[in-house]
């Protein structure tokens, strides 16, 4: 299936956005350290990049978004930014990857895309920390569990409990990116007048 070049635009345009709020909200997140920055950033992009799949719901357009917002955070200020490209791209294919066994985009399809992405947020640095920084799984495990029994008012003995209400948090997140993106997905057709095309 190809994408015609009216398609192209606009997955250009969805990809973009996504982009743009990961260079500008991304480095201001990180500047004021704020908890689950990451979590924030992807409620943003993915919902960005599903509506875009509704506008569009043809195999390989998720990935299309998600590439050109990868390649935009190359322009991000600071820091290393080869882990969230990574972070970026993987939420990118793990929606790719439902939504296209669920077939056009549904409601149930957006939903279960979007948790399922935004949970990649939360294993991501157990996958990426080890390959691009070298450190261990214990040392990532440490720091995930030191920052969320701190954010949860949680001791770090309850380590386990923490790690679940972490996940639950990012499945929660990635549900309410799944409603929105149908909301407002369906909101911006009317609007513009256009029907998805497929």
Same mark, same amino acid.
Do not use: C
């Given at each position: 299936?190809?994408?015609?070049t009216? &398609?192209?635009?606009?997955?250009?345009?969805?990809?973009?956005?996504? *982009?743009?709020? #990961?260079?500008?909200?991304?480095t201001?997140?990180?500047?004021?350290? $704020?908890?689950?920055? %990451?979590?924030?950033l992807? /409620?943003?992009?993915?919902?960005?990049?599903?509506?875009?799949? /509704?506008?569009?719901?043809?195999? *390989?357009?998720?990935?299309?978004?998600?590439? /050109?917002?990868?390649?935009?955070?190359?322009?991000?200020?600071?820091?290393?930014?080869?882990?969230p490209?990574? *972070?970026?791209?993987g #939420?990118?294919?793990?929606?790719?990857?439902?939504?296209?066994?669920?077939g056009?985009p549904?409601?149930?399809?957006?939903?279960?895309?979007?948790?399922?992405?935004?949970?990649?947020?939360?294993?991501?640095?157990?996958?990426? &920390?080890?390959i691009?920084? %070298?450190?261990?799984?214990?040392?990532?495990?440490?720091?995930?569990? &030191?920052?969320? *029994?701190?954010?949860?008012?949680?001791?770090?003995?309850?380590?386990?409990? $923490?790690?679940?209400?972490?996940?639950?948090i990012?499945?929660?997140s990635?549900?309410?990116?799944?409603?929105?993106?149908?909301?407002?997905?369906?909101?911006?057709?009317?609007?513009?007048g256009?029907?998805? #095309?497929?």
């Open positions: 299936m190809k994408f015609s009216r &398609n192209l635009v606009t997955l250009a345009v969805f990809g973009t956005l996504w *982009g743009i709020s #990961e260079i500008t909200l991304g201001l997140l990180k500047t004021l350290d $704020i908890p689950l920055s %990451g979590l924030l992807s /409620i943003i992009g993915l919902t960005i990049a599903l509506i875009g799949r /509704i506008f569009v719901p043809m195999k *390989g357009s998720t990935i299309f978004i998600g590439a /050109i917002a990868m390649l935009l955070k190359l322009f991000s200020l600071g820091g290393v930014v080869l882990g490209m990574l *972070g970026i791209f #939420e990118a294919i793990i929606a790719e990857i439902l939504l296209s066994l669920t056009k549904r409601l149930g399809s957006l939903i279960l895309a979007g948790g399922l992405s935004t949970l990649w947020v939360l294993a991501q640095p157990f996958v990426t &920390n080890p691009l920084y %070298g450190r261990s799984v214990l040392i990532v495990w440490e720091k995930v569990i &030191n920052n969320g *029994g701190k954010l949860l008012g949680l001791g770090t003995n309850v380590a386990f409990w $923490i790690m679940g209400i972490l996940a639950l990012h499945l929660a990635g549900a309410v990116v799944g409603i929105l993106s149908w909301t407002l997905g369906g909101a911006l057709q009317k609007r513009v256009i029907s998805a #095309e497929g």
